[in-house]
């Protein structure tokens, strides 16, 4: 068993109580035991870390990552992703289906996870994808991926447009317990879209979409939930037409939760400027209005998930016109700093902040994680909420560097990252 660590005089962000204190905690064989007062006497032989009241958090869980293999090894290894994870604090990473070929059958869960478990110092779970080959179609074996150790099933962006098929999938995972995400839009509205419908878009000549498609495609989804009865999580929720119809979700019961990217909390539509397409996301980029009413929607509580959608893309699928550039952006290093603009801001504190990062989408996996109690496992960050930078995208450990945030002002440096323990990233 590894040597006790005692950290020191700490700011203590926890999540679960709510809380923002100095003080100090003690680590053992890779979970938390205790809390104490900032200079606690340390055990026999403890490691003491003094934390020179920086934050310590509990490990981001951010669900929604995407690694390029098989298929894409060029663009993210799970090796490179497992590193940008432990710099930007991300202790699980759980990832997503959309690789080529899809993962989609048992067989090739299990050589993701046997490459993610010997690639990446962090924690790693997959999820499967919910139809055959993300076409929507007929769906997977549900039970055997779970057996494999599936954690949810989802086509990402491929939203299954046959009612009948969504339906069937949901019941079945219904009846497996199994959680299915699913990206609410409406595809023939959203498709080729690369901006959202308004005055910016029509200025900048590029095809749109109105924000309705995302109502339309929750309102619809929201239906089969109420008829199935399944557990249900919304990927990307970036409107503020979409709320009501998910706050009524919830009032009825509903097993349903929702996220939304960090992009979308901290961008709007005017970024993309002159045809920056380091800023072309699916879903595109919204209006100020919807933007603060996301933000909104998370400090109530409606919002639970904050997520990077860490999506990698060479630089010869971004450097295209605007129209044909591939979608998304990387963010596994860039989403706490970016996310702790909100705190800058005064729009949420950094209890709540982890809530969203931490604590909401462990809870919604069943992990253990997520937490600063007792027993829980010990991923933790420890971060300079303060420190300001300019990012450079070249500093990235990540294979492809496509961020919006290149040469972006940013708070926040995260100092060290552990996992059940033991030390992943040791900033330089």
Known sequence: MSAPILFR???????????DTLGS???RGGLIEGRGAPQDPAPEGATIIDCAGHCLAPGIVDIGVKVCEPGERHKESYGSAGLAAAAGGVTTIVTRPDTIPA??????????????????????????????????????????????????????DHVVSDTRVFARALAYARSCGALVMAHPQEPGLSRGAAATSGKFASLYGLPAVS????????????????????????????????????ARARRNGLDITAGTGIHHLTLNEFDVADYRTFFKLKPPLR??????AVVEALREGLIDIISSMHTPQDEESKR???EEAASGAVALETLLPAAL????????????LFRALALNPARRLGLPSGRLASGAPADLVVFDADAPFVL?????????????????????????????????YQRP
């Open 103 to 156: 993962i989609d059958t048992p067989e090739t869960l299990e050589f993701v996870r046997r490459r993610a478990n010997a690639a990446a110092p962090v924690n790693v779970l997959p999820m499967a994808a919910l139809t055959k080959g993300r076409q929507g179609r007929e769906m997977t074996e549900i039970g055997f991926l779970m057996d494999a150790g599936a954690v949810a099933f989802t086509d990402c």
């Open 25 to 27: 905690l003690l680590v």
């Open 211 to 246: 924000p309705m498609a995302e109502r339309m495609g929750l309102d619809r989804d929201i239906a089969l939930i109420e008829m199935t009865r399944a557990r249900y999580h919304a990927d990307q929720i970036t409107t503020a037409r979409a709320l009501p119809a998910l």
């Open 392 to 424: 450079d995208r070249e500093t990235l450990h990540s294979k492809s560097r496509n961020t919006p945030f290149d040469g972006a002002r940013l708070q926040g440096r995260v100092l060290a990252t552990l996992v059940a323990g033991r030390t992943v």
């Open 341 to 352: 603009r909100l705190v800058h801001g005064g729009q949420i504190s950094l209890p709540a």
């Open 320 to 322: 295209l016109p605007y």
């Open 9 to 19: 005089n700490a700011r203590l962000i926890d999540p679960e109580a709510g809380s």
């Open 287 to 292: 209006a100020e209005d919807d933007r603060l």
